[in-house]
């Protein structure tokens, strides 16, 4: 089973009008409610492609409870009860499909909560193949958790893929995670272009994707360097397409597959979700469409 870490889960509010304008009220076409969450998005594609997953995290108050009831049909998850209250975000979209994206810090959390996850993150290990550790951190966790749980991952003989932005993941590298998979923006503060892969590895990474948007991703896999990019971008929605690949990632990550493999199927995979207007699932036809498209090229 690959073990899914969402420590920040949302609320994911999505409201459609035909124009936003700054200061004026405005009539919602059409409104949406989904669970959300990076960790959340990740476990969705992984429990759509069929592979036995478990969600954890933080969850607490009404909101908390509206992210498990909005949770796919059959994905198991086992969070940690908090006495704050779950962020909710709201996502308003015009008629251009231009997305306006408020979102919320999330509830503090107390040092005896987070040593309840810590608890309930190593039994799940003992099940585990691989954890996926996404997302941002909600307040009082300490900025190494992904560092920690990482450690405890090892500890248990377990890979670890992170999917993290600024002090999280830098904190991450400390404890030598088998990937990470930053976007670009995200990896900047360890160089760019090619050389951003080099710097996460030069900074703890074991292996290290960096996406690229329709652009594709570079990699940095022990001593090999890969391109990878489709020939032909799809056009949607790209909110949670890193999410779908880092889905991709971690469950190549626990196949025999090689990596060039395992790329061009994670890359695949990120596509087919761009298809998909929502974010935490892909389009299964677009799937076996952009396959063929994918171009691994070591360099
Ligand atoms: N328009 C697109 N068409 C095809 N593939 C895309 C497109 N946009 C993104 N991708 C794929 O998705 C991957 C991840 O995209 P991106 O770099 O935007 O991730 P991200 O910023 O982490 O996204 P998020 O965090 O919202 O999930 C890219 O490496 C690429 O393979
Ligand atoms: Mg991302």
Redesign the pocket.
């Known amino acids: 089973v690959l073990v899914v870490a969402c420590l920040n889960p949302a609320v994911d509010v999505t409201l459609t009008v035909d124009r936003l304008c700054p200061g004026e009220s405005h009539r919602a076409r059409m409104s949406m409610q989904r669970a959300g969450g ?1 960790g959340v ?1 990740v476990a969705h594609v992984l429990h759509q492609l069929g592979v036995p997953v478990v969600l954890t995290g933080f969850v607490g108050g009404p909101r908390g409870a509206a992210v498990g009831a909005g949770l796919d049909p059959g994905l198991r998850a086992q969070f940690v009860d908090v006495g704050d209250e779950t962020r909710q975000t709201v996502t308003i979209v015009d008629a251009a499909g231009a997305a306006t994206v408020v979102n919320e810090p999330g509830p503090a959390v107390t040092v005896e909560e987070w040593a309840r996850f810590v608890d309930t993150f190593g039994a799940l290990l003992r099940e585990a193949d691989a954890v996926v550790l996404s997302g941002s951190l909600p307040r009082g966790v300490p900025s190494d958790a992904y560092a920690q749980l990482t450690r405890a991952a090892h500890a248990a003989g377990r890979t670890a893929l992170v ?1 993290a932005a600024g002090e999280a993941l830098r904190a991450a590298l400390d404890a030598e995670p088998d990937l990470v ?6 990896a900047a503060p360890f160089g760019t272009d090619g050389s951003a892969v080099d710097g996460l590895v030069a900074a703890g990474a074991r292996n290290a ?9 570079a990699a940095r896999v022990g001593e090999h360097r890969y391109d ?1 990019t ?1 020939a ?5 929605n ?9 889905a991709g990632l971690a469950r190549g990550l626990s196949t025999t597959d090689g990596w060039p493999a395992i790329l061009r199927e ?2 695949a995979l ?2 087919a ?2 298809a998909v207007p929502y ?1 935490g699932a892909i389009d299964l036809a677009v799937l076996d469409q ?1 396959r063929p498209l994918v171009q691994v090229r070591e360099v």
Not at 181 to 186: G, L, R, S, T
């Open positions: 990076k998005n999917d998979k930053p976007n670009e923006d995200e994707v960096v996406s690229r948007g329709a652009r594709g991703l990878v489709l032909r971008p799809v056009t949607g790209p909110t949670g397409a890193g999410d779908a690949l880092a994670a890359t990120a596509a979700a761009v974010a952009v």
